[in-house]
């Protein structure tokens, strides 16, 4: 193999090697620490040839983790032709607090190193290093999951039978960043996920298979990103025969219509304020759904003629407007009504129900909990300025 500088790669884990994580960590530390040694190299030792295909796998958090977990089974099959050969993710970075931050693997790496893969963790996919080591490997197929790099044109040409990428979305709607969030938050009825091509635009590819699934109109963005990968990778799997066999191919795939396109953009936190003044229940309703986990959704309440807090939204539901007390005199206050609802009226006159919800430094309670430590108090939300 050829040397690869660690200016270039944070690291590079040969596949006969397994680390425990401390000693992961431990050899992190010490690569940043020389990083800025443009001499300094990491040899990777060569394993003996299996005779299946070679797979590589690009992916970051843990949904992916679950979907290189599901091929690393499949691949430890008697009757597997082909196997994960490397895997391809980003960079350590910095996590915990305080002293007790340490540079830590992403879920992927962490998986990988477990199971004595080859990882891979360049700063950017089009580094030189990265991509002739890759070119050495001879990969027969490449599989994207969450990687969150663009590939450049000289790796899409690296395997022979091209790349897959899993996308949490219908296709052609919702390419981009925060396919599941941008669907929840338009209100969308059905979701789903899709196996394209990759090629130079963004999720534009030829898509080979896709499923769907019909909401309740309650679900998250969590939950329903682990599902939908999970279901892209079975999805996978099932392609993976023909895929080798090159009897799936780009021109079998069904191309996208250019005019469904809908972009699917990155969050931003300035988003997850809400404001009841201006936003429906529906709006609300939708945009907790959309940014459970993160960043989440959150406004400002006022607890009798106490300071203003940031309060975030964690669960809630769309309401009727019969469900307010008859004499409730509206402005900005909340409506507490019977056994423990919280009940806001909304801009266009609907009705949100916060079922669970979290105070500044304290645990996410219900909302029956939330009333019962207000002791009597009345509680207002803040217009947004």
């Not at 350590?92 to 893969?117: C, D, E, H, N, Y």
Request: glycine letters at 8%; charged letters at 20%; proline letters at 6%.
């Amino acid at each position: 193999m050829r040397r690869a500088t660690l200016a270039t790669m944070l690291f590079l884990i040969p596949k006969t090697l397994s680390f425990h994580v401390g000693s992961v960590r431990s050899f992190l530390r010490a690569g940043a620490a020389h990083a800025k040694v443009r001499h300094s190299t990491v040899r990777m030792s060569s394993s003996k040839p299996s005779g299946k295909s070679k797979l590589i796998f690009l992916g970051t958090p843990e949904v992916a983790a679950h979907s290189l977990s599901t091929l690393l089974e499949a691949s430890a099959a008697p009757d597997a032709s082909w196997e994960v050969a490397a895997v391809v993710t980003q960079p350590a970075q910095m996590m915990g607090r305080g002293s007790k931050r340490v540079l830590t693997p992403s879920p992927v790496a962490a998986l990988a190193q477990s199971a004595g893969v080859q990882v891979f963790a360049p700063e950017k996919a089009k580094d030189d290093a990265f991509l002739s080591a890759l070119e050495e490997i001879e990969p027969c197929l490449c599989i994207t999951a969450a990687y969150g790099q663009w590939l450049p044109k000289r790796f899409l040409a690296v395997p022979r039978c091209g790349t897959l990428n899993i996308h949490p979305s219908l296709l052609p709607r919702w390419r981009g960043a925060s396919p599941i969030q941008r669907s929840l938050e338009a209100g969308d009825e059905e979701i789903g996920v899709s196996v394209l091509w990759t090629v130079a635009k963004m999720d534009a590819g030829p898509v080979a298979a896709q499923s769907r699934r019909r909401l309740s109109g309650d679900e998250k963005a969590p939950m329903l990103l682990e599902e939908m990968f999970a279901e892209g990778t079975n999805l996978l799997l099932d392609l993976l025969p023909s895929v080798l066999a090159g009897d799936c191919t780009p021109a079998t795939s069904v191309v996208q219509d250019e005019a469904n396109v809908v972009a699917a953009d990155k969050i931003t936190v300035a988003e997850a304020q809400v404001c009841f003044r201006t936003d429906s229940a529906t709006t609300v309703h939708h945009r907790v759904r959309g940014f459970a986990g993160w960043p989440g959704v959150w406004t400002y309440f006022q607890t009798g003629d106490g300071e203003e807090e940031r309060v975030k939204l964690i669960t809630t539901r769309i309401a009727e407007a019969s469900d307010l007390p008859s004499d409730f005199a509206g402005g900005s206050a909340l409506a507490v009504v019977g056994k423990g609802r919280l009940l806001v009226p909304c801009a266009d006159g609907s009705v949100l129900e916060i079922l669970e919800l979290q105070a500044p430094g304290k645990k996410p309670m219900a909302a029956k909990a939330f009333i019962n430590g207000l002791r009597g108090k009345s509680v207002r939300w803040i217009p947004r300025e």
